[in-house]
């Protein structure tokens, strides 16, 4: 994930014995009360908070790099401290580099709340790490995005566990002087990768075998693949044999987007996955660019802030959750880091104007070309119940082969 400064690197968190799945639904905004079945697992038996309380005086924040700034990394760039004069709940936090990370911080127990990507969400909530979230505590939740509410990776049959934070697609970059005409699709990467012969980069993550999926999804129906994150045995193998196939092509593998920005201004690559901040960074260091989300779609991510069940800081744990979410701060994170908003009143809030359009922030025909990053499991997240799928410890195993052949 990015900011311009701060790289999210790394993997997506193993979870080989994880076999659940999440069912979206209407935000009822009550208790999960007893345990009940959630299409894979037995929601752990908690109940939200029923109200606030007076502030504990502090609250312990887990966080990707960027998400919570305070000025001591920069005097200009900071949400936090007019939050703690107003709540009373002075903030310590820790970031981290993966979502592997973060769960086992999270389950620690010494931290409140927690930024969760996709692939940690049903992990924490099924481990009863994260407890549901009472939305009516939360005004800002109002104001998110409807599009981002009620997801498989941020609630269980219609109760949110947390609430959303940004969102963001992994584009297609290419280099304009070399790449013509303009592309519109992945198959530049793909089914013509021997064009960019030697000349193309691809992200270094076992969770780039959705990107495989998402384009086999549109191009080879047979295949029966309905969600690039829910794959069974045959489906994983052609994936695996698409990145083969386009391996012998590629010059690196990247996860440090700083370094991809200097391989595309050198010249060494001329084609890849990327996101949008690298791509304005590449442009305004003159390199020759664009990005573009193809035709067949594109996997992204949207992050979720959750609460430790083990809390005692809950009252201001929602506090700075609702502060996080409110329309400035969340204009200042997301231009910060780089991702469109998810509160839709944080664009009226952004310095740069044109933020909001950039990160297509209201486009919601764009966003729904965009399968956000999730856990793939063995309780089939496309709904399929004859067969079992791969878990993300199958998918590590595939990528580690593949990265070492």
């Given at each position: 994930m990015r900011k311009a400064t701060t790289v999210r690197i790394g993997a997506i968190a193993a979870t080989a014995a994880l076999a659940l799945a999440a069912c979206g639904g209407g935000d009822s905004g009550t208790s999960s009360g007893s345990a009940t079945d959630a299409g894979g697992f037995k929601v752990p038996d908690l109940t939200q908070l029923d109200k606030l309380g007076s502030p504990e005086g502090k609250v312990s924040v887990l966080a990707w790099p960027g998400y919570v700034e305070d000025g001591s990394n920069d005097p200009k760039v900071d949400w936090v401290s007019?939050?703690?004069?107003?709540?009373?709940?002075?903030?310590?936090?820790?970031?981290?580099?993966?979502?592997?990370?973060?769960?086992?911080?999270?389950?620690?127990?010494?931290?409140?709340?927690?930024?969760?990507?996709?692939?940690?969400?049903?992990?924490?909530?099924?481990?009863?790490?994260v407890e549901p979230m009472n939305t009516a505590l939360v005004p800002n939740y109002a104001d998110i995005f409807e599009s981002l509410k009620n997801k498989p990776w941020n609630s269980v049959r219609g109760q949110m566990y947390g609430i959303p934070h940004g969102r963001g697609a992994n584009l297609l970059m290419y280099n304009t002087d070399k790449v013509k005409p303009a592309p519109d699709s992945w198959s530049l990467?793909?089914?013509?990768?021997?064009?960019?012969?030697?000349?193309?980069?691809?992200?270094?993550?076992?969770?780039?075998?959705?990107?495989?999926?998402?384009?086999l999804m549109a191009t080879q129906p047979d295949l029966g693949i309905k969600d690039p994150y829910a794959l069974d045995e045959k489906q994983l193998a052609a994936a695996v044999d698409l990145l083969k196939s386009q391996k012998e092509n590629v010059s690196e593998?990247?996860?440090?987007?700083?370094?991809?920005?200097?391989?595309?201004?050198?010249?060494?690559?001329?084609?890849?996955?990327?996101?949008?901040?690298?791509?304005?960074?590449?442009?305004?260091?003159?390199?020759?660019?664009?990005?573009?989300?193809?035709?067949?779609?594109?996997?992204?991510?949207?992050?979720?802030?959750?609460?430790?069940?083990?809390?005692?800081?809950?009252?201001?744990?929602?506090?700075?959750?609702?502060?996080?979410?409110?329309?400035?701060?969340?204009?200042?994170?997301?231009?910060?880091?780089?991702?469109?908003?998810?509160?839709?009143?944080?664009?009226?809030?952004?310095?740069?104007?044109?933020?909001?359009?950039?990160?297509?922030?209201?486009?919601?025909?764009?966003?729904?070309?965009?399968?956000?990053?999730?856990?793939?499991?063995?309780?089939?997240?496309?709904?399929?119940?004859?067969?079992?799928?791969?878990?993300?410890?199958?998918?590590?195993?595939?990528?580690?082969?593949?990265?070492?052949?």
């Open positions: 007019d939050f703690e004069k107003e709540s009373g709940c002075q903030v310590t936090v820790k970031t981290f580099g993966t979502s592997d990370e973060a769960v086992k911080l999270m389950r620690t127990g010494q931290y409140d709340v927690v930024s969760a990507s996709g692939d940690a969400t049903l992990r924490l909530i099924a481990a009863g790490d990467v793909w089914d013509k990768a021997g064009a960019q012969k030697g000349k193309l980069t691809a992200y270094d993550s076992p969770i780039y075998i959705a990107d495989a999926a998402l384009y593998y990247w996860s440090d987007y700083l370094k991809e920005i200097q391989a595309f201004k050198a010249g060494s690559v001329t084609a890849g996955t990327s996101w949008q901040v690298i791509a304005n960074v590449a442009k305004a260091e003159k390199a020759p660019v664009e990005a573009v989300l193809p035709k067949e779609g594109s996997t992204g991510w949207s992050d979720t802030w959750m609460l430790s069940a083990k809390s005692k800081s809950k009252t201001c744990g929602y506090k700075f959750i609702d502060h996080i979410v409110s329309p400035k701060a969340n204009a200042a994170i997301a231009e910060y880091f780089g991702e469109a908003p998810a509160n839709k009143k944080a664009c009226a809030e952004t310095a740069d104007k044109n933020h909001c359009t950039t990160f297509h922030a209201e486009d919601e025909d764009y966003f729904s070309k965009v399968h956000f990053w999730n856990t793939p499991i063995t309780a089939c997240l496309d709904g399929r119940t004859d067969v079992k799928c791969t878990d993300y410890a199958q998918w590590t195993k595939a990528w580690t082969e593949l990265r070492n052949s």
